[in-house]
Nanobody, 115 residues
Framework: QVQLVESGGGLVQPGGSLRLSCAAS????????AAWYRQAPEKPREFVAG???????NYADSVKGRFTISRDNTKNTVYLQMSSLKPEDTAVYYC?????????WGQGTQVTVSS
């Protein structure tokens, strides 16, 4: 069983930046894939960014060039650095860790981009 704790959400003005963190419990984190998803009100959850155990990253077109996913295996943590934020980035952001073929979700953290 993997437990995840997310942090770093909040209110930010358009053009601003935030960094989300997702800390995982347990061992073997370095072998796990990880991703960030988001869900805006009345919309389905959508993929934002993913990173493999080998540190290969991929992004949704809507965030390419603005968001960066990274991981620190010494801290069992995956990050999402968000820059040039737009109002349409407003959503609850969830991290996903895939361990042993099972996906584990974080509790979500709210990101609101508004002036």
């Amino acid at each position: 069983q993997v437990q995840l704790v997310e942090s770093g959400g909040g209110l930010v003005q358009p053009g601003g930046s935030l960094r989300l963190s997702c800390a995982a419990s347990g061992s073997g984190f370095s072998a796990n894939g990880a991703a960030w998803y988001r869900q805006a009100p009345e919309k389905p959850r959508e993929f934002v960014a993913g990173i493999t155990s080998g540190n290969t990253a991929n992004y949704a077109d809507s965030v390419k060039g603005r968001f960066t996913i990274s991981r620190d295996n010494t801290k069992n943590t995956v990050y999402l650095q968000m820059s040039s934020l737009k109002p349409e980035d407003t959503a609850v952001y969830y991290c996903l860790i895939v361990a042993g073929g099972t996906g584990y979700w974080g509790q979500g953290t709210q990101v609101t981009v508004s002036s």
